[in-house]
């Protein structure tokens, strides 16, 4: 019996014209979406020292290159300063963002803390990391931000991450609660921006696999299943799968708060509305003034 020749299938070659114009439209479409956060919520100012946080993910990677472009082109002056934190996670590449870093000449530093351990050790079973490795990330990251006199700190998180973080806090937290695009921390000391709040997943995570960033996997929580947050997102592109378009209308929600149709009586005087109750009688007066003025 004859063996058929096995068939070397060579895949086609990129037209490197499409795939530059596809990345420049993605380009624009970002720089775009990160200067209207930008010039909404007042996030750079002239003068500003940025502290751009990487983590080594495609999100921290699109933020400092559109923000490194923006900076070029502005009509206002910052300086910008990228910052890793190192948290000594078996395995990690630590010779990756050094190098990537000098090789677009930009100003970093690496900031070397064992929170890995503190995080592994503290963690009961079943629980997941991203807490409490959250918070001594931040912890790290302030405290380096006040050292080198940065005027704001700015994070990746992108649209989907605020969306997600809004459904986490409303199923499993009793709270309707997002990620602000600016935010003034706790002890009043730092302001945080993220420039990417109109930013889409998808649109980053093209941009990235264009730009071929030396992606660094996160390792620590990537390790755990079941997390809530990874059923949020499951639940959120099921819905965009659904009924495209779903996502862009929910996250004009979060900018469209209308407290009186709410709950929350810190946020609205529901106890005085009686207060504010217009009686039929000021309503005669009212049309009768109305009237009146109509004469003349």
């Excluded at 929910?250 to 504010?276: C, H, W, Y």
Aim: aromatic letters at 8%; a positive charge; proline letters at 5%.
């Amino acid at each position: 019996m004859s063996v058929a020749t096995p068939v070397l299938v060579t895949p086609p070659k990129k037209d490197p014209r499409k795939a530059a114009f596809s990345l420049n439209r993605l380009q624009k479409t970002l720089r775009g979406d990160v200067g209207r956060a930008i010039a909404d919520y007042n996030m750079i100012q002239d003068g500003d020292f940025v502290m751009v946080c990487l983590s080594g993910g495609k999100d921290s990677y699109a933020m400092l290159d559109i923000l490194l472009n923006l900076q070029k082109h502005a009509p206002i002056d910052f300086r910008i300063k990228a910052v890793n934190l190192d948290q000594k996670q078996p395995g990690f590449p630590e010779h990756v963002l050094p190098e990537y870093l000098r090789s677009i000449d930009v100003d970093y530093h690496v900031i070397e803390q064992d929170t890995y351990s503190i995080v592994v050790d503290k963690t009961e079973p079943g629980k997941t990391y991203c807490g409490l490795c959250s918070r001594l990330r931040r912890g790290n990251l302030y405290s380096y931000a006040e050292q080198i006199g940065a005027t704001k700190i700015a994070l990746g998180h992108h649209r989907n991450d605020i969306m997600e973080t809004l459904f986490l806090n409303m199923f499993f937290g009793g709270k309707l609660k997002a990620m602000p695009p600016k935010l003034l921390s706790d002890d009043g000391r730092h302001i945080v921006i993220r420039p990417m709040a109109y930013c889409k997943e998808a649109d980053i995570a093209n941009y990235a696999k264009a730009k071929e960033f030396p992606i660094i996997p996160c390792n620590l929580c990537g390790t755990q299943d079941n997390m809530q947050r990874k059923e949020i997102k499951q639940m959120l592109n099921e819905w965009e799968r659904q009924y495209p378009g779903r996502l862009d209308v929910m996250f004009k929600s979060i900018r469209n708060v209308a407290p009186s149709q709410l709950g929350d009586t810190a946020l609205f005087d529901f106890r005085n509305l009686e207060q504010r109750r217009v009686t039929r009688a000021d309503r005669v007066g009212g049309q009768a003034l109305i009237d009146l003025l109509a004469l003349d």
